[in-house]
């Protein structure tokens, strides 16, 4: 199934196909798009719409869209959960959950994303980053 979301992907936008590709939809194919075109995109391509204006999926209830995924496709994983609370302080900027991880993956993921002006390869490079963070979170 194809994906689409907006172009100049920052955490949530890297962290959601990771998600997605790993535990929803492992033939997934994403497009990254100019923010107005996302819903026609969409419609066009037959997508799921994501993390952007009247997507699909998207911000609810004061969840990231990381988190909106999680709890529409019902996962029951703790490694995820711990993650998506991650994702939600970065993203929200709230500090909802205080993890003190926040600070580092906040900076790894802007970091690669001045580097990478390419929203495929910074999504490329997240899922090494998020596969070692669910390993982590996973053992513990």
């Known amino acids: 199934m194809k994906w689409v979301t907006r172009e100049n ?16 939809d ?13 819903l026609e995109v969409a419609r066009r391509e037959g997508a799921h719409s994501f993390d952007a204006e009247g997507a699909e999926f998207g911000h609810r209830d004061g969840k990231c869209t990381f988190e909106t995924l999680i709890n529409v496709f019902n996962l029951k994983d703790n490694a995820l959960r711990s993650i998506a609370e991650i994702v939600h302080d970065i993203d ?21 994303s001045q ?18 963070l669910y390993q982590n979170y996973s053992s513990s």
């Open 9 to 24: 992907a920052k955490v949530d936008r890297v962290a959601c196909p990771w998600l997605i590709s790993r535990f929803i």
């Open 26 to 38: 492992q033939a997934a194919e994403f497009l990254f798009v100019p923010r107005e075109q996302v």
């Open 92 to 112: 929200l900027k709230d500090n909802k959950y205080g993890r003190k991880e926040v600070e580092g993956l906040s900076q790894i993921i802007t970091g690669l």
């Open 115 to 132: 580097k990478l002006k390419d929203d495929n390869k910074l999504v490329e490079k997240g899922l090494e980053i998020f596969d070692a």
